[in-house]
């Protein structure tokens, strides 16, 4: 079975300061995928990254970076001069093809993010 | 440019009560999914369809019923509603299995 940990349920920070999500994962497939996805008050869900198990390089888009390590079986999500816009639920997500096919993501319960203007 | 529609956005149910929530999609997608989004649980996998015709189990799926007769909807059914099955539920499309999402607005259902 995969399973995918956020143990920030829920995080606070000030306008224009740095925050870390964490995400851990677990599972027996070689060959996986990880995404994250984030969800603003409005409710609906928009995708941010996906990643490969083969493809550890860090990741950067504008103001997001990802660390994917794949020796903790972590995929960071870092958020650089925070903005209130930040304020959302961020999920992260393992899709892993052993367990029932690549179509059964797993989602982890996603942290909170409140950005304090 | 639509992306994925879902209907309604809000319901409430009587218990005992059934319904169809509809899910469309305009981007030619093979994957479609249904979700339920609870407190504290994150997002779980009712159903979901590889094709037009078929559909399987998800992590989640008693009490509910689905079909995919045409690609572009995937209709999911409470035949009997339960004060458990109060959530936001969220369909989804994807291109193949492992790639990005694209998400519903969701919808709201009570069941009372």
């Known amino acids: 079975a995969q399973k995918v940990t956020q143990a920030q349920t829920e995080i606070s920070v000030v306008e224009k300061e740095d925050v870390t999500l964490d995400c851990v994962y677990e599972t027996r497939d070689t060959t996986y995928y990880l995404f994250w996805y984030k969800q603003p008050p409005s409710g609906e869900l928009v995708f941010l990254i996906r990643?490969?198990?083969?493809?550890?390089q860090n990741e950067i888009s504008g103001r997001y970076s990802w660390n994917f390590q794949k020796s903790t079986s972590s995929f960071n999500f870092t958020i650089t001069a925070s903005q209130v816009v930040d304020s959302a639920v961020y999920f992260c997500a393992l899709s892993g093809g052993k367990s029932g096919g690549y179509q059964k993501v797993t989602f982890g319960i996603g942290t909170k993010l409140q950005v304090i203007p | 440019n639509a992306g994925v529609t879902q209907t309604p956005k809000f319901r409430v149910l009587k218990t005992g009560q059934s319904m169809t929530l509809l899910c469309a999609q305009d981007m030619n997608h093979e994957y479609m999914y249904w979700y339920r989004q609870d407190p504290g649980m994150g997002l779980r996998l009712i159903h979901y369809s590889v094709g037009e015709g078929t559909t399987a189990k998800g992590e989640v799926p008693d009490g509910y019923n689905v079909s995919r007769l045409k690609k572009q909807n995937f209709l999911l059914g409470l035949e009997s509603a339960a004060p458990s099955q109060t959530s936001v539920y969220f369909c989804a499309s994807s291109y193949l299995g492992n790639t990005e999402a694209f998400f519903g607005q969701g919808t709201r259902l009570t069941v009372v």
């Open positions: 990643r490969n198990s083969f493809d550890e």
